[in-house]
């Protein structure tokens, strides 16, 4: 029988306040405008899965979010990504934004926006 979506966002939670990384985030989270878990995460804890690295997304600054975590974070400003390692957890960090691809194959171009348009 499938769990119901509660059972779900319980698992989410549990995650959460259980990891001293995510539960440290989710205090920070005006600080740095608002964090989301996504991804892989998210998934994994769906399904049961150890937890393997972090997906988040902000809808504030993602460079000084992951060089706060880490002072090596590598960003990429044009994408409004960065990647950081903490106690050997791979932690990758989005603005939220929107893309768009001026041709077939192109690199994205991307815009800040909400995390509803992301």
Sequence with gaps: MKESPLDDSSRLRALVEGNVLLAELATQSGEWGRIYLVGGAVR????????????????????????SLAEDALVHE??????AMVDGVRIDIAKARR????????LPEVSPASIVED
């Design 44 to 67: 994994d804890v769906l399904l049961g899965v150890g937890l393997t690295d972090i997906d988040l997304v902000t809808e504030g600054d993602a460079a000084a979010l992951a060089t």
């Design 78 to 83: 044009r994408f409004g990504t960065a990647e």
């Design 99 to 106: 893309e768009g691809y001026p041709f077939a194959g192109a």
